[in-house]
């Protein structure tokens, strides 16, 4: 099992055509993913690397009956492109567009309202179940189908835990990039809570930074549960100089709002597995894993 995508799901490519599109998916569907159609404005009727392309994601999923979306269309005109998955009712879209104009998030958010669509980002390296799915730039190589979800805010630090947990014999049921935008979609406490019903995920890893309050809604979470499961978490940027843009829109302390070790505290506390660096990630979910077993 996994969470959001799956073998049943049908990825269609906002901006296939273009010169990202193109190789991403391509990488995907040769990693076995079920890639349907692209769409491009003015290419309808063409094919492209062997799928059909459309004008518009409405006709896209009327022909093939995709069910998920990969936006990767210049920052200047994702939002409206996310819109026009939402209105098309696409159940999962991954945007991993960087810089895409807050105004137009906040309009993404408006639209998401209501709606059963689930965004993903934007600025998300995507979403990965191992040999089934994979929507998004995140690499596959060090994949591995297994028992660990992870879920995080940044994907360099993605990339190396799910190495690690594949080296450790772990494995992952799904690994979701939220992204590293300061407003975004789906976030850790929804992630958190499909993990926590997915009956083969048996234990989460959460990757923090600072700057937002994702982590503090994750913690009030947990706090409020019985949640069954370990939750490993780690948060970096304990040394992150205040008021300085750490990577990305989201990695930004503030004053006002908590630093690292006050979210490390807060997760602490709400029952979650500290790690102090990321080589201790790993280890510590197969130690909570097995003391479980």
Do not use: W
């Not at 992870?150 to 835990?161: D, F, G, K």
Request: aromatic share 4%; charged share 20%; proline share 4%.
């Amino acid at each position: 099992m996994a969470i959001l995508v799956g073998k049943q799901t049908r990825v269609l490519v906002q901006g296939m055509t273009g010169r990202a599109g193109t190789f991403y998916t391509d990488l995907a569907v040769r990693y076995g993913s079920t890639y349907v159609a692209g769409v491009r404005p003015g290419k309808g009727g063409s094919q492209h690397i062997g799928l059909p392309v459309f004008n518009t994601v409405r006709e896209a999923v009327g022909e093939t009956n995709a069910n998920a979306s990969l936006v990767m269309i210049p920052a200047a005109k994702a939002g409206p492109a996310i819109i026009e998955a939402i209105e098309a009712e696409i159940g999962v879209i991954v945007c991993v567009t960087e810089r895409v104009p807050v105004h137009d998030v906040a309009r993404v958010k408006a639209a998401l309202k209501g709606s059963d669509s689930i965004l993903i980002g934007p600025n998300s390296q995507g979403i990965l179940t191992p040999d089934a799915c994979k929507i998004g730039v995140m690499p596959t190589a060090d994949a591995a189908p297994g028992v660990v979800g992870i879920v995080s805010r940044s994907a360099s630090l993605t990339s190396e835990i799910l190495a690690q947990t594949t080296a450790h014999g772990l494995g992952q049921t799904t690994t979701v990039g939220i992204g590293g935008d300061a407003i975004h979609g789906l976030g850790f406490r929804t992630c958190l809570e499909l993990f926590r019903n997915d009956k083969a995920t048996k234990g989460v890893i959460l990757i923090g930074e600072v700057g937002g309050t994702e982590e503090e809604d994750a913690a009030d979470y947990l706090a409020a549960t019985d949640y069954g499961k370990p939750v490993v978490a780690l948060v970096v940027g304990r040394h992150a100089p205040k008021e300085r843009r750490m990577g990305h829109a989201g990695t930004l302390s503030i004053f006002g709002l908590p630093s690292a070790a006050e979210k490390i505290e807060r997760l602490q506390s709400a029952g979650a597995l500290i790690a102090t660096d990321a080589d201790a990630v790993a280890p510590l979910m197969k130690k909570a894993i097995d003391g479980n077993s």
